[in-house]
């Protein structure tokens, strides 16, 4: 099984906030919000969560040291994110992740940068 979760903020993230106004994640989900319709879906979703949170802390502090990045992310994605990294580039921009299903557990198998503006 395959899941792509579309555009998505990444580094500084995405917003109609002017430049000197920093943007705000999006609210986390409250325990009244509904759940996915599957399983499957809850799992991929957990795993993207973890998986973007883990990314977002590398790029708070441009290292993927000590982040759990490994934890929900294939070899491929990994060199995805090492990438973004070295380039760090400071602009705001859209992303894409590829997920599959792996054994028993969701991966993300790929981060695409999308270069163009939000």
């Not at 802390?57 to 990294?85: M, P, Q, V, Y």
């Amino acid at each position: 099984m395959l899941l792509l979760a579309g555009s998505v903020p990444a580094l500084a993230g995405c917003s109609d906030s002017s430049p000197d106004t920093p943007a705000r994640p999006s609210p986390a989900p409250t325990a009244g919000s509904p759940s996915p319709g599957t399983t499957a879906e809850a799992a991929a979703l957990t795993a993207y969560s973890n998986s973007w949170a883990a990314q977002t802390e590398a790029c708070s502090k441009a290292s993927s040291a000590a982040t759990g990045l490994n934890n929900n992310n294939t070899l491929r994605a990994l060199f995805d994110i090492e990438h973004d990294l070295k380039v760090m580039r400071l602009l705001k921009y859209a992303s894409t992740a590829t997920l599959e299903k792996w054994g028993t557990k969701w991966m993300a198998t790929k981060w695409t940068a999308q270069e163009r503006s939000c």
